[in-house]
């Protein structure tokens, strides 16, 4: 057997190995607020607040207490500005339940002015019939004097 068969048998062995991991969830998503700079702290903070309370929760006659009358949104599926904003969640339905916690979140990570939450999606899996995978989505906001200027996501146009 050459080097190149070698090679090619050993990756055929190890790629189970190789495989991707399924995405899941902090355990503790209060450490996850948790910073050593108070202002980064400040930040996750009202970027969590803000998606537990205005984005899943649909409160959004709270979305002043979080937001700019200016933001800027980079979702194709939403109007930049608070009214185009509060348009777009208007549609997906009424208030919810506040949850004291955020289903699926992974990760907050805060530099600057800037905060990202990553979070667990599962999808069907295209390949195996009635099988799922999980891969991450994010949501990153840039906060200004306390309040969300900005925001991006990984939203495809619908």
Request: charged share 25%.
């Amino acid at each position: 057997m050459n080097r190149l068969h070698l090679i090619l048998a050993l990756a055929t062995i190890c790629s189970p190995a190789f495989a991707a991991l399924p995405v899941v969830p902090a355990a503790d998503q209060a450490a996850l607020l948790k910073s050593s700079d108070p202002k980064l702290a400040a930040n996750k903070k009202v970027a969590y607040d803000f998606f537990r309370i205005v984005l899943r929760a649909r409160h959004l006659d709270q979305a002043e207490k979080f937001m700019t009358d200016d933001y800027i949104q980079h979702n194709p599926n939403a109007e930049t500005g608070i009214k185009g904003f509060k348009d777009f969640f208007t549609r997906l339905g009424p208030p919810q339940a506040i949850a004291a916690t955020v289903p699926g979140l992974v990760a907050i990570q805060a530099e600057g002015d800037y905060v990202t939450l990553s979070f667990v999606r599962e999808y069907d899996h295209p390949k195996e019939k009635g099988k799922k995978y999980t891969t991450t989505w994010f949501d990153m906001f840039r906060i200004v004097n306390g309040k969300i200027v900005e925001h991006w996501d990984s939203a495809m146009m619908q």
